[in-house]
C-alpha cells in the first residue's frame, strides 16, 4: 500500500456560506511542519489586476475529555 505524503499541500474551495464582504471568498486545509492549518482567501484587485489574498490559521487542538482537576491533594489528609 502506497502512503500518500500531504506535507506541504491542501485543498481551497469557494465559500459557499459566505454572509459578509469580510469573509472569505475561498475557505480550505493543509499542512506544514506537520500541522494543520484553515486556509481563508480572498479576491482583491491592485495595481497589477486580480491576485488571491491568504490567511493561515492553526487548527484547533482536541481537548482532552478527561477535565478532572482535584481541588486539594487528597494524599495530604493521609496519615502514613
Known amino acids: 500500500m502506497t502512503h500518500y505524503d500531504n506535507e506541504l499541500s491542501g485543498t481551497l ?3 459557499t ?3 459578509s464582504e ?3 471568498d475561498f475557505r ?3 499542512v506544514i511542519n506537520g500541522e494543520g492549518y484553515k486556509i481563508s482567501g480572498w479576491i482583491k484587485e491592485g495595481k497589477n489586476g486580480r491576485f488571491f489574498s491568504l490567511s493561515f490559521t492553526p487548527k484547533e487542538q482536541p481537548k482532552p475529555k478527561n477535565d478532572f482537576k482535584p481541588e486539594a ?3 495530604e ?4
Open 13 to 15: 474551495s469557494r465559500n
Open 22 to 24: 469580510k469573509q472569505p
Open 17 to 19: 456560506f459566505k454572509d
Open 28 to 30: 480550505g486545509n493543509c
Open 73 to 75: 491533594d487528597f494524599d
Open 77 to 80: 489528609d493521609i496519615p502514613f
